[in-house]
């Protein structure tokens, strides 16, 4: 027998590159060689009664209903966002004009400081986005050849 009491027992003989069940996929509900999983029934649990608003007095008017987000919403936060970043990196270019040295792999040449530091920005950021991208190409291929629900 073996020592592994994670194991039901009746779960069958272990063999060398028998680990897990035969079918990952199988229900324990229609194959009896698998523990039966016993979920409670949501219908089954006590219900907590939500007291009513009262109405408006005479001479309110009801609550406004919250307005709901939308993707054009959306894009239109982030447009502000960006026109605010690019506002403060005009800003940082202004005033930091002073030019510098910069020398990179034998060429050299001179660039104000504010241009030379968001060249370097430039780089770091794409150095994070190639590889990232390069994931998210490769997680989207996975999720399309194992089909809907089935990526891990």
């Known amino acids: 027998m073996s020592d592994d009491r994670s194991r039901p027992a009746n779960a069958g003989p272990v063999?060398?590159?028998?680990?897990?069940?035969?079918?990952?996929?199988?229900?324990?509900?229609?194959?009896?060689?698998?523990?039966?999983?016993?979920?409670?029934?949501?219908?089954?649990?006590?219900?907590?009664p939500v007291p009513a608003e009262p109405p408006p007095r005479t001479g309110e008017s009801a609550p406004a209903a919250k307005p709901r987000r939308t993707r054009v919403s959306g894009m239109w936060v982030g447009l502000i966002l960006s026109a605010l970043v690019l506002l403060f990196l005009l800003i940082f270019i202004l005033q930091n004009l002073g030019p510098i040295q910069i020398n990179f792999l034998g060429a050299s040449g001179t660039l104000p400081t504010g241009v030379a530091l968001l060249l370097a920005a430039i780089a770091g950021v794409l150095l994070v986005a190639i590889p990232g991208t390069g994931r998210i190409v490769q997680l989207r291929r996975a999720a399309r050849r194992a089909g809907p629900g089935q990526v891990r």
């Open 15 to 48: 063999r060398p590159g028998n680990v897990g069940q035969a079918d990952p996929t199988a229900d324990p509900a229609t194959d009896p060689s698998l523990p039966r999983v016993v979920r409670p029934n949501p219908a089954d649990e006590p219900t907590v």
